[in-house]
Nanobody, 119 residues
Framework: QVRLVESGGGSVQAGGSLKLSCAGS?????????MGWYRQAPGKERELVSS???????NYADSVKGRFTISQDNAKNTLYLQMNSLKTEDTAVYYC????????????WGQGTQVTVSS
């Protein structure tokens, strides 16, 4: 059974930093091609923040480029999202996700962690 558990969310003032973690289990049972971070703000659709392909390629939403960094520790089965220079518009629930190689969409999701940035 695949399980993704996020942690590291919280409240921070604008300009501050947070580092999200996503601990994965059961992923060894599948061929995972991509891991990613999504977020959903109140009243808005869920959007892709950043993703990391198994070949090392990373992608970032324009709104977070230069501020957020995605990384992965394969030995710990953990995905990270370092968020710097946080803005109030970064406030959202952040979700970790995994995509199997036989799928074009992300298949597995964590429960989400709240990030609140105040001015």
């Amino acid at each position: 059974q695949v399980r993704l558990v996020e942690s590291g969310g919280g409240s921070v003032q604008a300009g501050g930093s947070l580092k999200l973690s996503c601990a994965g289990s059961g992923l060894y049972s599948f061929r995972v091609c991509e891991m990613g971070w999504y977020r959903q703000a109140p009243g808005k659709e869920r959007e892709l923040v950043s993703s990391k392909h198994r070949d090392g390629t990373t992608n970032y939403a324009d709104s977070v480029k230069g501020r957020f960094t995605i990384s992965q520790d394969n030995a710990k089965n953990t995905l990270y999202l370092q968020m710097n220079s946080l803005k109030t518009e970064d406030t959202a629930v952040y979700y970790c996700a995994a995509r199997r190689c036989d799928s074009s969409a992300f298949n597995y999701w964590g429960q989400g962690t709240q990030v609140t940035v105040s001015s």
